[in-house]
């Protein structure tokens, strides 16, 4: 698998630029699509989502290059991690960072970059068992089990990069998210855009560019860009891309096995757990009004 080249993430870099000057909460980033966009963009959603939607399970190893241009050079990864991601439709998954590696300057004599572990210094390694969320933080030894209500049991996980990578909802991403299609650097793959509408999403992200692959509407790789980022002032995003895919190579009867196989019964003994209550998740359109309601008014005199 060809990783993206430096001259394409500079090419998806450049078409933020405008963007990122202005981008009020709350409101599309973007000039509205003209109708032929629109269609454009109708038709790859409809494909994209049905190429996903026909996988009940997944299993893929991942790898994840950070960049942060005040934690090592321009366009030098500040950390690199490789770990795995499973899943079955439609919530049950895994998320694990197995390697995580960290920028320790450039080798004297060949000028590459170097990388390190750090002493107690693990990615993030979180499981969906379809009832609880729960989160492994291997630095403290501490375990974090979230009950999901009712109505967020049976449907798609939406953490992190995941809702990109499988099982793809084009009504719940257009409802949770501006979307449109950019301008791609290669013939072969088709980029998308997504931009939370949601303040829940934004605390995560700024935005997410998914590059699909033309042929299979597969993701080839996935951008997702800091809360705060800003080309110039806060450059920062991560850098996903995926290998090994294994899809739908579970036979049915054969599904609790795989399950068993990556979601813990219970957290080793030691460690210490918290748990909590997830708050019932609202529909988009519900979250989006109540965030307008609570905004400040100008109040003239």
């Known amino acids: 698998?060809?990783?993206?080249?430096?001259?394409?993430?500079?090419?998806l870099l450049g078409s933020l630029t405008g963007s990122a000057q202005q981008d009020p909460a709350g409101q599309q980033p973007f000039p509205p699509l003209s109708p032929q966009a629109k269609l454009q963009l109708q038709q790859v959603l409809v494909k994209w989502e049905k190429q996903s939607q026909a996988m009940k399970t997944l299993e893929c190893r991942f790898m994840r290059w950070h960049y942060d241009n005040f934690a090592a050079p321009a366009n030098v990864p500040a950390s690199k991690a490789?770990?795995?991601?499973?899943?079955?439709?439609?919530d049950k998954g895994l998320f694990c960072a197995e390697e995580l590696v960290f920028f320790a300057g450039r080798d004297p004599q060949s000028q590459k970059p170097t990388y390190k572990a750090q002493n107690n210094q693990f990615g993030e390694y979180w499981v969906c068992n379809g009832t609880q969320l729960i989160e492994f933080n291997r630095s403290k030894q501490e375990c974090t089990i979230q009950e999901l209500p009712e109505n967020m049991r049976g449907k798609n996980i939406v953490n992190g990069p995941l809702p990109f990578v499988f099982n793809l909802d084009a009504k719940q991403i257009q409802e949770r998210y501006w979307v449109r299609q950019v301008a791609s650097p290669d013939p072969n793959i088709i980029v998308v855009e997504a931009w939370p509408k949601l303040q829940e999403l934004r605390a995560q992200y700024k935005l997410v560019q998914i590059a699909l692959e033309k042929a299979t509407y597969q993701p080839h790789a996935l951008l997702m860009y800091a809360p705060n980022f800003h080309p110039k002032n806060a450059p920062k995003w991560d850098h996903?891309?995926?290998?090994?895919?294994?899809?739908?190579?579970?036979?049915?009867?054969?599904?609790q096995k795989f399950l068993g196989n990556f979601i813990p019964s219970a957290p080793p003994k030691s460690w210490k757990i918290r748990r909590e209550q997830l708050a019932p998740q609202q529909a988009p359109q519900q979250q989006q009004?109540?965030?307008?309601?609570?905004?400040?008014?100008?109040?003239?005199?």
């Open 1 to 11: 698998m060809m990783r993206l080249t430096l001259v394409t993430l500079v090419v």
């Open 289 to 301: 009004q109540l965030e307008q309601a609570q905004k400040p008014t100008n109040i003239r005199g």
């Open 82 to 90: 490789e770990g795995i991601i499973k899943y079955a439709t439609p």
């Open 240 to 255: 996903y891309e995926f290998k090994d895919i294994k899809r739908n190579a579970v036979a049915a009867g054969f599904q």
